[in-house]
């Protein structure tokens, strides 16, 4: 069974411009989520999907940020236009049951 | 809001030895603690997980303990190798389908296993 998978694994964009990154969670897994690591601190949580639908956007750290996950299967987050402080590691989840979550290997974002 | 601890922040033992780490959390209504080790490149790995119903479990060199009136849990790994040495993660969370799962993480322990 694959886990879930991410990419690009690594985004160098500069200041102003648009990333994507993607997310494919484990099939048949309803739950996804969208975490975040900035500078060595703590993994943080940024919002959650249930199928198609946000059902907490709670750690979304402003409107430039825009998750989408059309027909409740892959998932992509938009940071448009990209600060320096949006760089970090961005992680996606997947989980079937709301308990045990599995996540994939990260995207490292780095914004200059 | 919703917080959790995590101690030490760097730890490094010899191989062979025991290496602790500690988690505290702030929301009573927590009801499951996960631990994950995140190597290198790699993604946040589950390595073992505690509910609210059990006081402590094990499996092979690991071990969690919880102390729900206290709100600490901690993770115990005997016998270290080399192959231990990672970033450590606690978390917890409100999990269950009349919660959303989401994790509330601590800031990571750097273990590192001195051959």
């Known amino acids: 069974e694959a886990g879930v998978t991410q990419f690009p694994s690594h985004s160098v964009i500069e200041k102003g411009q648009t990333v994507t990154l993607r997310c494919d969670p484990i099939s048949g897994h309803d739950n996804l989520y969208w975490y975040r690591r900035v500078m060595g601190k703590e993994i943080k949580f940024l919002l959650h999907f249930v199928k198609e639908s946000k059902q907490d956007e709670s750690g979304m750290p402003n409107n430039r940020f825009l998750a989408e996950r059309t027909g409740g299967t892959y998932s992509t987050l938009k940071v448009q236009p990209a600060e320096l402080e949006d760089s970090g590691v961005y992680f996606c989840a997947s989980s079937q049951n709301r308990v045990e979550a599995f996540f994939g290997q990260g995207t490292r974002l780095t914004v200059v | ?115």
């Open chain 2, 1 to 115: 809001g919703e917080n959790v601890e995590q101690h030490p922040s760097t730890l490094s033992v010899q191989e062979g030895d025991s290496a602790v780490i500690k988690c505290t959390y702030s929301d009573s209504a927590s009801n499951y603690f996960p631990w994950y080790k995140q190597e290198l490149g790699k993604g946040p790995q589950l390595i073992i997980d505690i509910r609210s119903n059990v006081g402590e479990k094990k499996d092979q060199r690991i071990a969690v303990t919880l102390n729900k009136t206290a709100k600490h849990f901690s993770l115990h790994i005997t016998e270290t190798q080399p192959e231990d040495s990672a970033v450590y993660f606690c978390a917890a969370s409100k999990s269950g389908s009349s919660n959303t799962g989401k994790l509330i993480f601590g800031q990571g322990t750097t273990l590192q296993v001195k051959p």
